[in-house]
């Protein structure tokens, strides 16, 4: 029976190791690919991946060393995927006390019904650890129709 475990859990462990469909509630940031080309280099935060159309809820939950940012959207068709919170300031720090993030996504590369609303929400998690929340009286989530705010 110990072995049936054991195979049972390094299966599942192969088969998921794959998996980057849930967004990522860690404090780690992904590097941008480096421009070997010699051609003009893409700013940090300008992600290619559209917004989404519209938030539809936005939350902040205190947690050790700083907060969760947890945001629900709704895309026009059903088929988007790899949901994202992306910083809209270009060093990372809160404007005015407005920390703004974009909620991007990639969208389907075939035309896509719209169908119901429960078969398109979106979600995506972001940590911000507490030096990141210095002097932020609020937090914003842009999507294309509408944006959402929070104090933390």
């Given amino acids: 029976m110990t072995s049936r475990r054991s195979i049972l859990m390094g299966l599942m462990a ?6 980057d469909a ?7 940031q992904s590097e941008p ?10 700013h940090p935060n300008e992600d290619i991946r ?9 939350a902040v939950e205190d947690v050790t060393g ?6 629900t ?9 790899k949901p994202e919170l992306v910083n809209d300031a270009p060093d990372g ?23 119901t609303q429960q078969s398109r929400v979106l979600t995506a998690a972001l940590f911000v ?12 989530v842009n999507g294309v129709m509408n944006s959402r705010s929070v104090q933390p």
């Fill in 66 to 71: 700083g907060a969760i940012v947890l945001a």
């Fill in 93 to 115: 720090k809160p404007v005015d006390g407005v920390l703004s993030y974009s909620f991007r996504a990639v969208p389907p590369r075939e035309t896509q019904l719209q169908s």
């Fill in 129 to 140: 650890p507490d030096a990141g929340l210095g002097g932020v009286r609020r937090i914003q």
């Fill in 22 to 28: 849930l967004p990522s509630i860690g404090g780690s």
């Fill in 33 to 42: 690919p480096s421009d070997s080309t010699g051609g003009e280099h893409q």
């Fill in 14 to 19: 192969t088969g998921l190791s794959g998996c």
């Fill in 50 to 58: 559209p917004r989404v159309a519209e938030i539809t809820s936005l």
């Fill in 73 to 81: 959207a709704l895309p026009t068709t059903q088929g988007w995927f």
